[in-house]
């Protein structure tokens, strides 16, 4: 969200900031342009934002917040803003329903301002224990009638999680008429991806560049239809991929493979862009043509969680 709604946010709560100067805070929670970070301080620039997050109150003001704002700067009328509410009730001190319901109403107050379709995706993390991770997908199940569209996992690396651990709930949310979509082939190798199509049956790939490196899975990816969700200029400022040779060269491999794939923001306030500039960033680095930008955004339509409920 707008870090200036934030700043806002973070003093009406009381919430102690370790600055008092407004310009200093904005580089703590983002990325200037051009600064290449690692994954896993990347990562670390969402403690600020879900410790400012973390009431019903500041939850509502933050989803109401992005989704008017990706209207007014972007021309956004589809979203789908995934967040995690265990990482916003300040480790249960909060109750869990009130932060889902806060979202709930911050969604429903948007949707009523700006002609806008929209749902919630509730992430995962790789870093909890299987048991909190389960709590939330049947929280996504019992909130599926009130804007809740899928669940996702992301998160930091953990050398004892599985995605496989997960295919029992994964389908039980699938059976819910939940959308599926997962991280994986970011930070991590193709064997990732390749886990995740085996045992969670997504329908969509966060980012999942590095599938590119396997020609193999590349055919499967395009044989079941699945998108990838790759966001350019987090992957270059997180250097998950070496640079933009490596990016536009993996980009090829999926345009030749038939791999259906869409151009993305990732957190657009925190590295300081939107989707119109992703878009036209991605045709001046030569990742994709002109032309092309009207079928990729086709194929995020038809992957749409948001879209598929409406029409179900």
């Known amino acids: 969200m707008d870090p200036a709604d934030l700043w806002r946010i973070a003093h009406a709560q009381g919430i102690r900031l370790p600055t008092k100067d407004y310009w200093e805070f904005i580089d703590l929670i983002t990325v200037q342009r051009g600064q290449k970070k690692s994954f896993e301080e990347y990562l670390a620039l969402y403690h600020w934002t879900e410790l400012i997050q973390s009431s019903p109150l500041a939850v509502e003001e933050s989803v109401y917040s992005v989704v008017g704002g990706a209207y007014r700067k972007a021309n956004i009328t589809t979203l789908e803003l995934r967040y995690n509410p265990m ?9 869990l329903d009130h932060i889902i319901m806060a979202s709930v109403r911050g969604l429903d107050r948007a949707l009523l301002e700006y002609p806008v379709k929209g749902g919630l995706i509730f992430c995962l993390d790789r870093q909890f224990d299987f048991a909190v991770n389960e709590i939330l997908v049947e929280k996504a199940i019992a909130y599926r009638r009130r804007g809740v569209v899928g669940i996702d996992i992301a998160g930091g690396r953990n050398v004892d999680f599985r995605y496989r651990d997960y295919a029992t709930i994964f389908r039980k949310a699938k ?7 997962v991280h994986a082939g970011e930070d991590e190798g193709p064997q990732s991806v390749d886990e995740v199509l085996r045992f969670l049956d997504p329908d969509r790939i966060g980012h999942g560049i590095h599938a590119a490196e396997d020609p193999a899975l590349c055919k499967r990816l395009a044989e079941r239809g699945i998108l990838l969700e790759i966001c350019p200029t987090s992957n270059l400022d997180t250097a998950v991929v070496s640079g933009a040779d490596e990016l536009r060269r993996f980009i090829t491999t999926f345009r030749r493979s038939k791999v259906r794939f869409s151009i993305n923001t990732d957190g657009p306030e925190m590295l300081r862009t939107t989707l119109r500039d992703e878009l036209k960033a991605a045709v001046r680095a030569g990742f994709v043509s002109k032309d092309e930008l009207r079928q990729l955004g086709a194929w995020a339509l038809e992957a749409s969680f948001v879209r598929r409920t409406a029409a179900s």
């Open 87 to 95: 990482k916003r009730n300040r480790g249960g001190e909060q109750d």
């Open 175 to 181: 059976r819910a008429g939940l959308g599926i979509t």
